[in-house]
C-alpha cells in the first residue's frame, strides 16, 4: 500500500482524520504564536516602555489555545456524534476557550495594578490600602463575570440568581451607607491629591496638625499638643481644608514686632534683616523682608516675614526670633512701648485752695 493509498484510508477514517486536523491545528498554533510573536516584538521595541514587553508574554498561551480550540472545532465535524454530546463537546470546547482568555484577564488585571501600585504613592499606607483593594474587586468583578459567561454559554436562566443579587446589594448598600460614604471619600481624598501622610493642614473647625494617617476608612491628624483627631473621610472630603505645606514644603512666618514713635526705621529693619539671615531656621531664598503695617496708638507695627523649612518649625522659630528680637532691640537702644496713656489735668481758679 503506497503513501497515497495510506492517506486516502487515513481519511476515509472519521476519527483519525479529525485527530490529524488536532494535530495539524496543534502544530500551526505554535507557528501562530511565533510569527504574531516576532510581529509584535518588533513594534513593542519602538516604545519606550517595558511595559508592553511583560503584558507581551501573558498573551503567548491564550494565542496557543485558541488556534488549538479552533482546530478541536473543526475535527468535531468530522465525527459523526449524537445529541447530546455534539452540544456537550461544542460548549466544553467553547467553556474551556472562554477560561483560557479570562486566565488570561485576570493575570493582566493583575500585574497592570500592582504596577500602578508601585509606581504611586510608593510607601504610602493608603494608596497601598487603595490598590489592594481595588486588586481585590477586579478579581471579584472578573470571576463573577466568567461564571456568568460560562453559565451562559450552557443556557442556564440567570434571571433569578440576579433578582436575588439586586436585593442582596440593596440590603447591603443600605446597611453600609456610612462605611460606603467614608470608602469613597477616601478615593476622592486620595485622587485629589489636596494632602497627603506628613502635610500640616487646618481643618475648618480650627484644629491644625500633621497628617500621620490616610485609611479607608478615616483620616488621622496628630495636633502640636500630641492629640490624635480622628476624622471620617466623607467629612474631611466635603470640608474645607488648608494644606499649610502645600504646594511648597516651606512655611511663612510672620513675626509682629513694635517700636516707639521717633525710632529709627531704617536702622530697625536692618538689624531685623540681619537677624533673620543669620538665623539657622530661616531659608535664605526667599529673602526675608520687612513691612511697616500700621501706626498704632502707642508703636509703629512692623512684621518680619521670613520662611521655615517646614510648619512644624512655626511655634520654635517664632519663639526664637522674638527672644533674639527682644534682646537685640535692648542692646540697641531701640524702645518696645506698650500701651500707655496721658492724663492731662486742667484745674479751674479757685477750685483748689
Known amino acids: 500500500m503506497g503513501k497515497a493509498e495510506w492517506l486516502q484510508y487515513i481519511i476515509s477514517i472519521p476519527g483519525l482524520k479529525a485527530l490529524v486536523i488536532v494535530v495539524l491545528y496543534s502544530i500551526g498554533a505554535k507557528i501562530v ?59 466544553s470546547l467553547q467553556t474551556i476557550l472562554a477560561l483560557v482568555w479570562w486566565i488570561t484577564s485576570f493575570k493582566i488585571a493583575t500585574w497592570a495594578i500592582q504596577k500602578s501600585s508601585e509606581k504611586i504613592h510608593r510607601g504610602e499606607k493608603f494608596g497601598q490600602n487603595i490598590f489592594f483593594l481595588l486588586k481585590n474587586i477586579t478579581k471579584i468583578s472578573l470571576i463573577a463575570l466568567g461564571i456568568f459567561f460560562v453559565l451562559s454559554l450552557w443556557k442556564v436562566n440567570l434571571t433569578p440568581l440576579f433578582a436575588s443579587a439586586g436585593i442582596a446589594g440593596i440590603a447591603v448598600a443600605l446597611a453600609a451607607k456610612d462605611t460606603l460614604a467614608n470608602f469613597f471619600g477616601g478615593i476622592s ?22 497628617v500621620v494617617d490616610i485609611g479607608i ?34 512655611f511663612r512666618l510672620r513675626v509682629p514686632v513694635g517700636v516707639a514713635y521717633g525710632s529709627d526705621l531704617d536702622q530697625v529693619e536692618k538689624l531685623l534683616l540681619d537677624l533673620a539671615n543669620s538665623h539657622p531656621m530661616v531659608s535664605k531664598d526667599p529673602a526675608p523682608r520687612v513691612r511697616i503695617r500700621k501706626f498704632s496708638n502707642s508703636s509703629i507695627d512692623l512684621e518680619l516675614l521670613c520662611w521655615v523649612r517646614r510648619p512644624a518649625e512655626k511655634g520654635l522659630a517664632l519663639h526664637d526670633m522674638l527672644k533674639s ?18 492724663v492731662h489735668v486742667y484745674f479751674k481758679k479757685g477750685a483748689l485752695k
Open 33 to 91: 504564536d511565533l510569527i504574531l510573536t516576532k510581529i509584535l516584538n518588533r513594534l513593542v521595541k519602538k516604545t519606550k516602555y517595558t511595559y508592553d514587553d511583560e503584558l507581551l508574554c501573558f498573551l503567548h498561551a491564550p494565542i496557543i489555545w485558541t488556534v488549538f480550540i479552533i482546530g478541536c472545532l473543526h475535527a468535531r465535524l468530522y465525527i459523526d456524534l449524537k445529541e447530546p454530546w455534539n452540544e456537550i463537546i461544542l460548549k
Open 189 to 210: 481624598i486620595f485622587a485629589d491629591k489636596s494632602f497627603k501622610v506628613g502635610d500640616y493642614i487646618i481643618l475648618d473647625s480650627g484644629e491644625r496638625g500633621e
Open 217 to 250: 476608612r478615616s483620616t488621622k491628624i496628630k495636633t502640636r499638643d500630641d492629640v490624635m483627631i480622628t476624622i471620617p473621610n466623607s467629612i474631611l472630603a466635603n470640608a474645607k481644608i488648608t494644606n499649610e505645606s502645600a504646594p511648597e514644603p516651606r
Open 325 to 342: 528680637i527682644y534682646k537685640l532691640f535692648n542692646e540697641k537702644g531701640i524702645i518696645i512701648p506698650f500701651p500707655q496713656r496721658d
